[in-house]
């Protein structure tokens, strides 16, 4: 029997101190995954003045089982790793809030971000490190069935699917991953995905291929999932002979990739075609004073130490910035 | 069970615990499927604190312990503050996986060792004048569950017409269909009402206050 202790979620916070509406602060971080914490460890330690807005510690972080690609640790579990980045940043007496969004900033020379509890904090710059979040299939019925049999987190919903019929919608990384967990207790898993090839890495796709219940349908695409009170069916199209047919199952599992956390951004800056920041090399966006960092801008790899290496930068510009440019 | 570093850290965690805290735990003499694993599991936490005080109970041969806590099927894990009272906290099922922290969530909040309410929200619970039991429904491989059994349990803590119980669906499948469980979590409030997903006190209460 497994047990996954997280124990940042027990660890008092001293340090912290909240966020005065009345201070101008020379910049406020929002998002809390490894880039949003590592640019608060730098600007403390620049000495300046900083407040941390952040819904959920740690990110996508947080919700990884074992991470085996930062370095220092050969192997990291996802809680143990956001509990130390946080507690690098609780040395500091940072200002904080925590399950607090930003819900909309308002440019100016000093900026003004609303946040959803009601209250602004207005600041120099500001560093955006929202990172991204599950994509939904946008398809009729996938909204009303969500939770009745139409479910994003396979191993939460996983074990309710024993001996039943699934269907996974992603042939990436996490959708044969998925896939697999979902083969070992489910009677069949239908696999879907729009390429004509799975786009997970090898070693992943060998794995599932060891199972005999998974059924492949590589080149089609989910059209509308079907149910009354729980899902019953899905219509399915085959992409390549522009027919669609439909399969009685009783679960979709979405697994179709992430998007960026920039819808409060709507009139502020210009975003790319994977609504995306654009970044220069120093971290900063089209707007002055605002800089980006991590897997919501343009920066092509999203992986964790790639995002606290953008965090990092993005604060040394912030920094700069305050001393430089701002007048 | 737990490997000596994940013994500390539980140790470090339940630091914090004021009062002593009375753990019950239901089973029987011929172990059902769990209870092998869940008997282990409070045992280990058991050991870990002095303020912590486990008694086992064989729900056949003690049916009017069974009865006075309103067990109804086993494993069960049922809580009691310092005195010996009832606070309306249960675990049906191991809590391992993810709800090894409602586990000692539940037990720090009974010993006294609580998350702060703010005062109108706490005068809202205080004002729940009928009986009311919360069933949260999780699997042990859920993130988001601990957040939605955590938030039930603290109301029964601060009201004694509230009782909560965590119920683990993977241990008692035929509660998951008559429940029509296909996500977790899953709130079901006084057998009518239902909530999907992790929701915090606020809108459990607000279920509550229209019953
Ligand atoms: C299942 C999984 C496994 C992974 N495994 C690995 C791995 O092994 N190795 C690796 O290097 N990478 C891995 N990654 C990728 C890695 O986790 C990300 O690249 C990294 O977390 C990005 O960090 P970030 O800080 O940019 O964003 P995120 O981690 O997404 O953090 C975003 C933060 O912003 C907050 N936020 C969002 N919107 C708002 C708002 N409006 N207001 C306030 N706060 C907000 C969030 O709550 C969160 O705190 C994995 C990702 C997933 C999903």
């Known amino acids: ?327 | 069970m737990f490997d000596d570093s994940v013994k500390n850290q539980i140790r470090t965690i339940l630091n914090p615990l004021k009062e002593r805290v009375n753990i019950l735990y239901f089973t029987q003499e011929f172990e059902c499927a769990m209870c092998r694993d869940t008997g282990e599991f409070v045992r280990n936490i058991n050991e870990l604190s002095p303020k912590l005080n486990l008694t086992e109970f064989d729900y056949l041969k003690n049916p009017d312990k069974a009865e006075e806590f309103g067990i109804e099927r086993i494993p069960a894990i049922a809580i009691a503050d310092s005195g010996g009272k009832d606070t309306g906290i249960r675990f049906y099922g191991p809590p391992a996986g993810y709800e090894v922290n409602s586990f000692l969530s539940a037990l720090l909040e009974t010993s006294g060792a609580k998350q702060e309410i703010p005062v109108a929200l706490m005068n809202r619970i205080k004002a729940v004048n009928k009986p009311v039991n919360i069933k949260v429904f999780i699997s042990l491989s859920c993130p988001y569950c601990p957040e939605a059994v955590i938030a039930a349990h603290r109301l029964a803590l601060e009201n004694t017409n509230i009782k909560a119980d965590m119920i683990d669906v993977g241990v008692f499948p035929h509660l998951g269909v008559k429940y029509n469980v296909s996500g977790v979590p899953k709130i079901v409030i006084n057998e009518t009402r239902e909530l999907v997903g992790a929701h915090p006190i606020e809108n459990m209460l607000e279920v509550i206050e229209k019953l």
């Open chain 1, 1 to 327: 029997m497994n047990i996954n202790l997280n124990i940042s979620s027990f660890v008092n916070e001293p340090n912290f101190n909240s966020i005065s509406p009345d201070k101008i602060y020379d910049t406020l971080i929002i998002g809390g995954g490894p880039a949003g914490l590592t640019a608060a460890v730098y600007c403390m330690r620049k000495g300046m003045k900083t407040a941390l807005v952040l819904k959920k510690a740690g990110g996508q972080v947080a919700e990884t089982a074992s991470i085996e690609n930062y370095p220092g640790y050969s192997y990291i579990d996802g809680n143990d790793l956001t509990l130390k980045f946080r507690e690098q940043v609780m040395q500091f007496g940072i200002d904080y809030a925590e399950n607090v969004s930003a819900e909309r900033i308002i440019q100016g020379n000093v900026k003004k971000t609303l946040l959803d509890n009601g209250s602004a904090v207005s600041s120099k710059s500001i560093i955006i490190a929202t990172g991204k979040k599950w994509k939904k299939l946008n398809i009729p019925g996938e909204e009303r069935l969500i939770n009745r049999g139409v479910a994003y987190c396979s191993i939460c919903d996983g074990p309710l699917f024993a001996g039943k019929k699934v269907a996974v919608a992603g042939g990436g990384n996490s959708g044969v991953q998925a896939a697999i967990d979902l083969a070992k207790i489910a009677s069949v898993v239908y696999l879907i995905q729009h390429r004509d090839r799975l786009k997970a890495d090898e070693i992943l796709v060998n794995s599932l291929k060891k199972f005999s219940n998974v059924e492949y349908l590589l080149g089609h695409e989910i059209r509308e999932i079907h149910g009354e009170k729980e899902v019953e069916k899905i219509t399915v199209e085959n992409l390549s002979g522009n027919s669609s047919f439909e399969i009685p199952l009783n679960g979709v599992f979405v697994e179709i990739g992430m998007i960026p956390n920039t819808g409060f951004l709507n009139d502020v800056l210009k975003l790319n075609a994977f609504n995306e920041i654009p970044v220069d090399h120093l971290c900063r966006t089209e707007a002055a004073g605002v800089f980006a960092a991590g897997d919501v801008t343009d920066v092509r790899y999203k992986q964790i130490i790639v995002a606290a290496g953008e965090g990092a930068k993005a604060a040394l510009s912030a920094y700069d910035y305050i001393n430089f440019e701002f007048v």
